[in-house]
């Protein structure tokens, strides 16, 4: 199917982090159609703080947050992936956090723990992938895909910075290789 308008952007995000979007669609289609591939990298996770405080009852005292993300849909079907990776990460810090109450000071150690014992050492990598399909009523999170990948990152291979593959037209509800739809988007 031929997709015959386009969108590219370029931008800086909060943080300091630099957003690339490319997006290629059918605005005449009766359903969405579309290819698009995205990354978000090199966001200060410090400048995040607030965001974090208020929906995850925590902060960061240093870190790096990337994200890169292909999907594509046609016919009320989608396919794609996110990979999302937290480096140099660090949770806890012990000075600031006395200064807490005890229920926060807890749940502040219990994240820098969960972060440290998760983050592949040598890279000081914190990172999964998270593979999604479905159609636009009913929505596939493939939850343990992505807790495989954490752990692999985390205990035998780091995954790499990078977009993986571009899901195509042509993946949407076709099985991947190997017949697997939650093997997209790892690192070949």
Same mark, same amino acid.
């Given at each position: 199917? *031929?997709?015959? @308008?386009?969108?590219?952007?370029?931008?800086?995000?909060?943080? &300091?982090?630099?957003?690339? =979007? +490319?997006? +290629? =669609?059918?605005?005449?289609? @009766?359903?969405?159609? %579309?290819?698009?591939?995205?990354?978000?990298?090199?966001?200060?996770?410090?400048? =995040?703080?607030? %965001?974090?405080? !208020?929906?995850?009852?925590?902060?960061?005292?240093?870190?790096?947050?990337?994200?890169?993300?292909?999907?594509?849909? +046609?016919?009320?079907?989608?396919?794609?992936?996110?990979?999302?990776?937290?480096?140099?990460?660090?949770? %806890?810090?012990?000075? #600031?956090?006395?200064?807490?109450?005890? =229920?926060?000071? %807890?749940? +502040?150690?219990?994240? &820098?723990?969960?972060?440290?014992?998760? /983050?592949?050492?040598? #890279?000081?990598?914190?990172?999964?992938?998270?593979?999604?399909?479905?159609?636009? *009523?009913?929505?596939?999170?493939?939850?343990?895909? !992505?807790?495989?990948?954490?752990?692999?990152?985390?205990?035998?291979?780091?995954?790499?910075? #990078?977009?993986?593959?571009?899901?195509?037209?042509?993946?949407?509800?076709?099985? @991947?290789?190997?017949?697997? /739809?939650?093997?997209?988007? #790892?690192?070949?």
């Amino acid at each position: 199917m *031929e997709l015959p @308008a386009g969108v590219s952007a370029r931008g800086r995000t909060l943080g &300091g982090g630099d957003l690339d =979007l +490319q997006l +290629q =669609l059918n605005p005449l289609a @009766a359903a969405p159609t %579309f290819e698009m591939t995205a990354q978000l990298t090199n966001v200060n996770l410090v400048a =995040l703080n607030d %965001f974090l405080k !208020a929906y995850g009852k925590f902060d960061v005292e240093r870190g790096m947050f990337a994200l890169y993300t292909s999907s594509a849909a +046609q016919d009320g079907s989608y396919e794609g992936y996110f990979k999302v990776l937290f480096e140099n990460l660090d949770v %806890f810090d012990w000075q #600031k956090e006395r200064k807490k109450n005890a =229920l926060q000071v %807890f749940w +502040q150690a219990i994240v &820098g723990t969960v972060t440290t014992l998760l /983050k592949n050492q040598p #890279k000081d990598r914190l990172a999964a992938i998270v593979p999604v399909s479905g159609t636009f *009523e009913n929505t596939d999170v493939h939850t343990w895909t !992505a807790v495989s990948t954490l752990l692999r990152n985390a205990f035998i291979r780091a995954l790499v910075p #990078k977009l993986d593959q571009k899901v195509t037209l042509g993946d949407v509800g076709q099985p @991947a290789a190997g017949g697997d /739809k939650s093997s997209r988007g #790892k690192d070949n």
